[in-house]
């Protein structure tokens, strides 16, 4: 497989929660690098164009959009 992304992925297994439209959904933040993350949600989610990632953990809130998604794992794409 070709690797894509700009810069080098870091594995990690940390709490978030994606929100948008005053909603919020948890999720579980697999990878992430300063472009973007991987997250798995336990539903099936419709998400807008741009949504909010939070990381409580590590005090991080970004805008981003979904670039990619498989069943429940989904790839994000950080907004600038």
Excluded: Y
């Excluded at 297994?13 to 959904?25: D, L, S, Y």
């Excluded at 997250?39 to 419709?46: F, N, S």
Aim: glycine share 8%.
């Amino acid at each position: 497989m070709i690797e894509k992304r700009a810069s080098q992925r870091h594995r990690v297994f940390k709490g978030g929660k994606i929100t948008f439209e005053n909603r919020g959904f948890a999720c579980v933040v697999r990878n992430i690098s300063s472009g973007g993350a991987a997250i798995d949600l336990d539903h099936p989610v419709a998400l807008p164009q741009a949504f909010t990632l939070a990381i409580a953990q590590d005090n991080v809130v970004r805008q981003c959009r979904a670039v990619w998604r498989s069943d429940k794992r989904i790839g994000l794409a950080f907004m600038q």
